[in-house]
């Protein structure tokens, strides 16, 4: 099989594990039956799946706790977290934290 | 009322632009995010063709970021899918939530829906809608959030796939998706009990890191959701019975303050 037709088919697959993944729960007509915990529990899943995107992408660098302050990172979301909580809008928290993360990594070479 | 409405009412109804302009404060993270992306299916081997069709096709960022490498060294195609399928996880728990503002519309459309619904279209929608209801024009709001995501997720990643060579990565473009999320976190935290399983979900995930295939986040989100129940005072047998003592029929967890910890 060639190079090509190998990344075509796994591509298709791909998307048949993203149309069947986020349409899980909605597929079966009959009613899911989810007891009343579940449903009040999966109001913090939203919330829990950022949170774990986020911390693991600041605070570690290659599967490891990183173990320096000199890091961009942790000042852009330090300027981030300042603008969100002063002014709460996203768009500052993402210009703030960028305006102090380019810097260092490009001048200071964190 | 069952049937979608027409696209031309849908993209004039107001709740359409309110959803758009909800995701517009976050696409400045997701172009960024989006460019990373086009940039790595290039320089992973990708041609530009097999590259855009990745892009319009499987629309899943963390997906694509994860296999790229895998499809780069061969590896098999089962191990691939199932790589996308662990890091998709948290969508089927997404879907179960979907449930009951969908079910009414028919099954194709169901699907067409949740696939065009990133992780962003969810939270924004969730946060926005606490409850199923019809007149509101949720749908049409999903509808201009899911518009916004898709044009600046797939024009970023078209940019990145074919100026893959002239974007420099090292100025660590791709953290501005990063604070894009941080900031959405934030504007999720509204008590001590969702500040509580956000700061749970952050140690569980970097404590259960080293778990291959993204694993990590399905245990974040599980013990999340675990703390949260706890502090909301509701789960278990004594939550439960001091609820209904207390004539209490579902208090949303916003609502229920830490009156007692179940656990």
Request: proline share 4%.
């Amino acid at each position: 099989m060639s190079h090509d037709l190998y990344v075509f088919i796994t591509i298709v697959g791909l998307t048949v594990v993203t149309v069947l993944t986020r349409s899980f729960f909605l597929i079966p007509e009959r009613e899911v039956a989810l007891p009343e915990w579940v449903k009040r529990g999966l109001r913090y899943a939203p919330l829990a799946a950022l949170a774990a995107v986020v911390v693991p992408e600041v605070v570690m660098t290659q599967g490891q706790f990183i173990a320096t302050w000199q890091d961009a990172r942790l000042y852009a979301v330090a300027a981030g977290s300042a603008y969100f909580f002063w002014r709460g809008s996203i768009l500052g928290t993402i210009v703030s934290g960028m305006a102090v993360l380019i810097p260092l990594k490009l001048v200071m070479g964190w | 009322m069952q049937a979608m409405h027409s696209l031309r009412d849908t993209v004039r109804h107001p709740q359409f632009r309110a959803g758009a302009r909800d995701m517009a404060s976050l696409t400045l993270g997701l172009a960024a995010w989006g460019l990373v992306t086009g940039v790595a299916m290039s320089k992973g081997g990708l041609s530009i063709p097999l590259a855009l069709l990745m892009t319009f096709t499987v629309f899943a960022g963390s997906v694509q970021l994860a296999v790229i490498p895998l499809m780069t060294v061969g590896a098999p195609m089962w191990v691939i899918w199932a790589t996308a399928i662990c890091i998709n996880l948290r969508f089927v728990i997404f879907s179960a939530q979907w449930r009951p503002y969908f079910m009414h519309y028919p099954l194709r459309q169901r699907m067409l829906l949740t696939y065009i619904s990133g992780d962003l279209t969810y939270v924004l929608f969730m946060k926005r809608f606490s409850e199923p209801r019809e007149g509101e024009g949720q749908v049409e709001y999903f509808a201009g959030a899911t518009a916004a995501s898709w044009s600046a997720w797939q024009l970023s990643s078209v940019l990145g796939i074919l100026l893959a060579d002239v974007i420099p990565t090292h100025w660590g473009l791709g953290f501005a998706g990063v604070l894009a999320l941080l900031g959405l976190t934030y504007s999720l935290v509204s008590d001590r009990a969702t500040a509580l399983a956000a700061a749970v979900a952050g140690a569980a995930a970097v404590a259960a890191f080293s778990l291959p295939l993204r694993l990590h986040i399905v245990v974040a989100i599980a013990a999340a959701v675990c703390v949260g129940l706890m502090v909301d005072g509701s789960s278990g047998d004594a939550g439960r019975r001091a609820r209904g003592a207390a004539g209490g029929g579902k208090a949303s967890p916003r609502k229920v303050r830490s009156e007692k910890c179940a656990g």
